[in-house]
């Protein structure tokens, strides 16, 4: 960054001739990427471009050709490829045109904007291909909006790329891809690979009605046997494999990051285990449109989106271990940060209602005022069942009729009661029998995994996306006025293979029929709030 002293020499002048100069370097690197000629320039400087490769279109396949017009300024391109200087990565109220040519030959000419936090590129109003800048973040901060990315300065490697809907670069940490629905009106979601946090989605929402600000991973933890001894290993999914705790690396497999109209993905694999055993891990978030007649609930009342939040893992085959290297568990934690209707407060529940047919069907709720952590998953019959959050003040039961509850939260169902297959709700619409799992968790058949669900409040003075432990973070703080951040945490020894090998998944997708455990579900209708008295 530029320390005070070089700030106060940066003349109106100079800043908008360093503003030229970056956009004549991403200029260059544009050209670069797209294959087209540069504009000329008044230095010289060698500038290796990013491995631009486009799904579903073929390599090196154009989607559209620039020109860009700023004022004065030369090309220092180096400065803004590779590492920042500290003299050439600030850039103060200026604002410079660009023109984009389309591929039907029809042009748009737009304000650029940079502002003096740092680094932002604003484009408005937003290209038909959303065509934005992105600043790998390195230590810097991100701000995302649809048309808005900031960084607040650059410290070693941060390299600027441009990028298209529906193109990629090369996988960087802090690029933003946004992913849209495949059908008008559905969803629309944005996916980055983050710098320790795996896939990150965030900005979810059904047909304009947002439902989720972020879904991460912040670590996970392999418990091994060598023999007698145990040990815990913490893995973070960070993109390269830079030495974490007890020397475990993780890093991105090339080509599993994907990003389409329906779903997310990338796979990391863990490295630095006992004996050479390494860990494979699967983030697929899979976001299915309204679908007519799919009834997510039992009433079948509800016009309803599901979505998947799922993280799998699979060990290299454990055979010819010669160090009696045993799996005892691989705990997951995920972190989601529902958003309905982009309400910072609301209401939650904790509900249970696994009964056996002929007992009693009333439902059990937890609607609690503070952080806790509660069994969801296990050989308890206490076990949790569900979570529903809500923007409004309270989360509406449903009836004894089997009527939906809750219609416009976010809906989280692990486990489905007895008398919902027994039939006991069909007289209001439900459908019985074969729908919903006769009280089975949602969890791969065979699988030892247990699971808890965390709710904490969220502080917005501090970082707490990646905590040591989740457990540090519930300290009896209030939740009644607070914005609550959920964490699902499984722990399993896995379901064997054939080829020796240990696999399981939390939230998985299972048969995708309807009643299809492991899926959360939204409402793309707004919640219908009192009128007046």
């Known amino acids: 960054m530029i320390s005070p002293s070089q700030r106060r020499l940066l003349t109106p002048r100079r800043l908008r001739r360093r503003a030229a100069t970056a956009m004549l370097a991403l200029v260059a690197l544009m050209a670069g990427m797209l294959g087209v000629a540069a504009p000329a320039t008044a230095a010289t400087g060698s500038l290796i471009a990013p491995k631009l490769f486009q799904e579903p279109k073929a390599v090196g396949e154009t989607f559209f050709t620039s020109t860009w017009t700023a004022v004065e300024g030369k090309n220092i391109a180096t400065s803004l490829v590779g590492s920042l200087d500290g003299s050439q990565d600030l850039f103060v109220d200026d604002v410079l045109k660009i023109t984009f040519t389309y591929e039907d030959g029809s042009t748009e000419t737009l304000d650029h904007n940079f502002n003096g936090d740092g680094f932002c590129s604003g484009i408005r109003p937003v290209p038909e291909l959303d065509l934005s800048l992105y600043l790998k973040p390195g230590k810097t901060t991100m701000t995302i909006a649809l048309s808005d990315y900031c960084g607040g300065g650059g410290e070693g490697n941060s390299d600027i790329y441009i990028t298209g809907a529906g193109t990629y670069t090369q996988v960087t940490p802090g690029v933003l891809h946004e992913c849209k629905g495949g059908t008008e009106g559905n969803w629309r979601f944005h996916s980055y690979v983050s710098d320790s946090d795996g896939l990150v989605v965030d900005n979810a929402a059904l047909k304009g009605r947002k439902a989720v600000r972020a879904l991460q991973v912040p670590y996970l933890n392999i418990a091994l046997s060598e023999r007698s001894a145990r040990a815990t290993y913490r893995a973070e999914l960070r993109p390269t494999p830079t030495p974490q705790a007890n020397g475990i690396t993780t890093e991105l497999i090339a080509g599993t990051v994907g990003c389409d109209a329906t779903r997310t993905t990338a796979s990391y694999l863990v490295r630095g285990l006992p004996g050479g055993m ?170 030892p995994q247990k699971a808890s669900i965390t709710v904490v409040r969220e502080h917005l003075d501090r970082d707490e996306t990646q905590p040591q432990s989740v457990d540090a973070l519930v300290n009896d703080e209030s939740l009644m006025d607070g914005h609550p951040i959920v964490f699902w945490r499984t722990s399993s020894a896995g379901i064997q293979q054939a080829d020796g090998s240990f696999r399981d998944a939390a939230f998985p997708q299972l048969s995708g029929k309807p009643g299809d455990l492991g899926s959360l579900w939204f409402s793309p209708q707004p919640p219908v709030l009192p009128g007046p008295a």
């Open 278 to 447: 390494t860990l494979t891990v699967r983030q697929t978030y899979r976001f299915d449109p309204v679908k007519s007649g799919d009834r997510c609930e039992p009433s079948g009342k509800v016009t309803c989106a599901r979505f998947w939040p799922t993280l799998e893992w699979k060990t290299s085959p454990m055979v010819g271990n010669p160090r009696h290297i045993t799996l005892l568990s691989v705990s997951t934690a995920q972190r989601f940060d529902f958003r309905p209707d982009d309400a910072e407060l609301g209401a939650w529940m904790v509900g249970q209602d696994k009964v056996h047919a002929g007992k009693n069907v009333g439902l059990l709720h937890y609607p609690g005022t503070k952080e806790f952590t509660v069994s969801a998953i296990g050989s308890n019959e206490r076990n949790w069942d569900n979570y529903h959050q809500t923007s409004k003040i309270m989360v509406d039961m449903p009836g004894n009729t089997g009527a939906a509850g809750c219609p416009e939260c976010i809906h989280m169902h692990w486990r489905w009661s007895l008398v919902t297959n027994a039939g006991a709700v069909r007289s209001n619409g439900g459908f019985g029998l074969t729908n919903f799992t006769n009280g089975r968790p949602a969890v791969l058949r065979g699988s």
